[in-house]
């Protein structure tokens, strides 16, 4: 008998495609209301999720076939990995899939900070041409604190030393062969530009804070395209307001969306709604790749 895949949130077609040329029966559920998935997976052996599906307990335990969890994309935060692991399910996922889209929208960020992209676009369409208001700064030779050297620090990293610009990496579980590894405080102290690309844990939370933005140089920009939580907003907003940041873009809030968010009141703040893995490329390389290692843990089992 074919093994089921249940599809739960919207993947490439291509990956979809992929599974059923490998011969397996796909149930294309992403359309289904979430709370029908105890029901629709009881006679699946994998099921492919992005963040929408939350992998909890009660859905691992619904999936009475289950075997292998796969998740197009990096984050995990929505398995019950613990639950899965105690019940010899395999879960799989795609970190590399996006890395150059999100390395891509850190770069779209700094650069569109330091030359004031939005606020010359809105001032445009309002009828308000503010060229001698809008004297921006280059990222050539200036310095870049890249906290968190892996796949995508490196990514953003790589870009920014074909811009011209000095690069300081600090990651304490990674030590970079291509760009100088130093430790926070060089980063706090020396960095123009401070991105952050590590994920959310009890060690990373807020480990940008009050503290760290007293000692940092006036004028920095800061940029989080990782997760939010790893700076902790309220500080960074008396910083903006004090005028030490000068200014800072994120793609990622503690709370998202952002409800009655005070950072969202600034005008040197520029904001995307967490769409750092989000490209056509990413996510068709993302649905290409989980549906690659479901199968290949599927076959495994025969
Ligand atoms: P990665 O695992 O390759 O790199 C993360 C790095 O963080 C590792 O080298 C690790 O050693 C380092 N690290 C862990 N704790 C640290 C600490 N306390 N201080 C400094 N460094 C620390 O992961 P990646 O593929 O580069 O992704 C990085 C992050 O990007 C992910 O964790 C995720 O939060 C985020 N992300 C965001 C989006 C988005 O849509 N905005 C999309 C994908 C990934």
């Not at 639950?83 to 779209?108: C, D, Q, W, Y």
């Not at 870049?144 to 304490?172: S, W």
């Not at 503290?211 to 910083?239: C, H, P, S, W």
């Not at 809030?253 to 968010?261: K, L, S």
């Amino acid at each position: 008998m074919n093994m089921k895949v249940i599809v739960s949130d919207k993947l490439a077609m291509e990956g979809v495609q992929k599974l059923k040329d490998g011969g397996f029966e796909v149930l294309e559920a992403w359309d289904e209301p979430k709370d029908k998935l105890p029901e629709l997976i009881a006679d699946c052996d994998a099921i492919v999720i992005r963040s929408a599906t939350k992998a909890t307990k009660e859905l691992i335990d619904a999936g009475t076939q289950l075997k292998v969890i796969g998740r197009a994309g990096i984050g995990l935060d929505n398995v019950d990995l613990e639950h899965a692991k105690a019940k010899g399910i395999v879960v799989v996922n795609t970190p590399a899939a996006t890395t150059a889209s999100v390395a891509e929208l850190t770069f779209t960020l700094m650069l569109a900070t330091v030359r004031d992209v939005v606020r010359g676009t809105t001032g445009i369409k309002e009828g308000k041409w503010e060229k001698k208001q809008l004297k921006g700064n280059e990222v050539f030779g200036r310095t870049l604190g890249v906290i968190g050297i892996g796949r995508i620090g490196t990514a953003v990293a790589e870009r920014a030393e074909a811009f011209g610009m000095k690069i300081l990496a600090y990651d304490p579980y990674t030590k970079s062969d291509k760009f100088e590894n130093v430790d926070l405080d060089t980063i706090i102290a020396q960095s123009d530009f401070i991105t952050q690309h590590l994920p959310l844990t009890p060690e990373t939370k807020h480990m940008i804070g009050k503290d760290q933005f007293a000692r940092m140089k006036d004028g920095v920009t800061i940029l989080n395209v990782a997760r939010g939580g790893t700076i902790d907003e309220d500080a960074l907003y008396d910083a903006m307001v004090s005028g030490k940041v000068a200014k800072a873009a994120l793609d990622v809030f503690e709370t998202e969306p952002p409800v009655d968010n005070k950072l969202l009141t600034l005008p040197n703040l520029i904001c995307t709604p967490h769409i750092g893995a989000q490209t056509h490329e990413g996510q068709l390389r993302a649905g290409i790749q989980v549906a690659e290692r479901v199968m290949e843990e599927l076959n495994k089992l025969g």
